[in-house]
């Protein structure tokens, strides 16, 4: 059997990928159907502590600009909708969730966290340009969610994950290349699957799953998430230190340019300029943003 066949069977036995907190599992079973009230969710939301924690943490933090501080999740739906937060309630819960649940990852997860969260950020600002209403209220968090696939790598698979690292520094290629030359599938096909197994909605699966390949699917929230990721790394922001950075012209020079021409999702490179221009003179504040966010979070910040 060779690695890619092994890794695929290793996959597919369920009980080796983490599962969600009791409380999360209930709270996705409570709104995808429509038998629970807002209010049901989020009393169940504010009995858990840890919870509501991280959800007020990242709900007070600069993604959402909201003015006063939010005290309690009753504030939080009204301010910022009840999707909103029940999105922030799951992906906040997330990254604690797989850093108990395996082992200690071996990859640099603060750089990881910062990638994340801007990602998450930027995401979120390309509403604008990639607009999905029925999604609006995920793109932030599928944002924060977009690499996922790589903590199940890092913490799951390590032999595997450590050939991936290697095979990036050698080649000097993008994890992507490594991935599927090695395993035949990609971080971005592992997050898709793990969120799928969470019983998330289809079109964040979607997302996730196509976040290297938006010219695949009609979401134009994976068409954002792509660009977010790319805007990250053209701003020094990669998820790993050994992958290759991004500029402006290695982006235009790729071989993704065809396939979103094709799709007519490619952005002109004066819109791309113009979006990393007004990022990096917000960088200070977004760097504190970021700091923050890993500052009050052991989990996050381990
Ligand atoms: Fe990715
Ligand atoms: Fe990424």
Not at 39 to 56: G, W
Not at 93 to 121: K, P
Not at 205 to 217: F, K, L, M, Q, Y
Request: charged share 25%.
């Amino acid at each position: 059997m060779n690695l890619a066949e092994s890794f695929k069977n290793k996959l597919k036995r369920i009980d080796n990928l983490p599962t969600l907190p009791t409380v999360l599992q209930k709270i996705i079973e409570m709104t995808s159907g429509n038998d629970a009230s807002a209010q049901d969710v989020i009393d169940e939301m504010s009995a858990d502590q840890s919870l509501t924690a991280n959800l007020l943490k990242v709900a007070n933090s600069p993604v959402y600009g909201v003015s006063k501080r939010i005290e309690s999740i009753r504030q939080a739906v009204v301010l910022l909708g009840f999707q909103e937060v029940r999105n922030i309630a799951l992906s906040a819960s997330v990254f604690s969730t797989l850093e108990v649940a395996g082992r200690r990852g071996t990859f640099d997860r603060q750089v990881f966290w910062s990638h994340s969260y801007l990602v998450g950020y930027i995401t979120r600002d390309l509403y604008k340009q990639f607009p999905d209403p029925r999604s609006q209220a995920s793109y932030f968090t599928c944002g924060l969610l977009h690499d996922i696939g790589k903590v199940v790598l890092d913490q799951y698979f390590m032999r595997e994950f450590f050939m991936i690292v290697d095979a990036i520094r050698e080649r000097n290629v993008s994890a992507c290349v490594a991935e599927r030359d090695l395993l035949s599938m990609t971080h971005a096909d592992i997050g898709g699957l793990l969120l799928e197994r969470w019983k998330l909605p289809a079109d964040q699966v979607t997302a996730v799953r196509e976040h290297h390949t938006p010219w695949n699917t009609p979401s134009k929230l994976a068409a954002a998430l792509y660009y977010a990721n790319q805007l990250a790394f053209m701003l020094g922001y990669g998820s790993m230190k050994e992958e290759p950075p991004v500029t402006i012209d290695s982006f235009y020079d790729s071989e993704d340019v065809a396939w979103l021409d094709e799709k007519g999702i490619l952005l002109p490179r004066e819109t791309l300029s113009a979006k990393l221009d007004e990022l990096r003179a917000d960088e200070e504040r977004l760097a504190k943003a970021i700091n923050q966010s890993a500052g009050d979070s052991d989990s996050t910040s381990a």
